[in-house]
């Protein structure tokens, strides 16, 4: 198996994913979650892949899928999903999105420590940023190690514990970024 390249490589490139990616990006997201196919609890795994596949599945302008890729193909991806969005939850409800969210957050188990999860995260970060959100959401569960620990590190602040909700919900964790205006939008000293 040959070497990946370093995120910063210029072998790594960050985009908008189009329609014609979506087989690459189901096929890396189903393999990233397929750990926790073991470690989630039984009353919550079809809850989980049935809102996977909904997402997946998805397709409107309230939803943007980034990827990073390299000359192999998608190595990572992530959801970035605008205030307004209507999306199905864990327990089959559906929910309007009051802040940005980034959800499902892949990246191939074998690019797994080259920085892209960061990277995609902050591109989420820059895109709430840009259409002037005030914070970022995003929802993890207790099991997902990796997830909690890039947002703890990234300055996200947890917000809900596991357990505070009922049926498959209580099981998510919330972190949200508080996003500081740009400097050119922040008042001037002195102004």
């Excluded at 599945?57 to 939803?63: C, F, G, I, L, V």
């Excluded at 940005?100 to 970060?125: D, F, H, K, Y």
Aim: net charge negative; charged share 20%; hydrophobic share 40%.
């Amino acid at each position: 198996m040959s070497q990946l390249p370093s995120p910063s490589s210029p072998h790594f490139h960050y985009r908008l994913a189009t329609a014609s990616d979506w087989g690459q990006i189901a096929a890396v997201t189903q393999e990233a979650y397929a750990q926790y196919e073991l470690e989630i609890m039984e009353d919550c795994r079809a809850s989980f892949q049935q809102g996977m596949r909904s997402v997946l599945a998805t397709s409107t302008s309230d939803m943007e899928w980034w990827v990073a890729e390299t000359d192999h193909g998608i190595s990572g991806a992530v959801l970035f999903c605008h205030p307004g969005a209507t999306l199905q939850a864990l327990d089959g409800s559906t929910v309007t999105l009051a802040l940005p969210e980034a959800r499902l957050l892949s990246v191939n188990p074998q690019a797994r420590g080259l920085g892209l999860g960061r990277t995609l995260m902050q591109i989420c970060i820059e895109r709430a940023r840009d259409i002037g959100a005030q914070a970022l959401v995003v929802r993890t569960m207790p099991e997902m190690d990796a997830a909690n620990r890039l947002c703890q590190q990234m300055g996200f602040v947890k917000r809900t514990e596991a357990g505070a909700r009922s049926g498959p919900l209580e099981r998510l964790v919330d972190y949200v970024y508080v996003l500081e205006p740009k400097e050119a939008d922040a008042p001037q000293p002195g102004l």
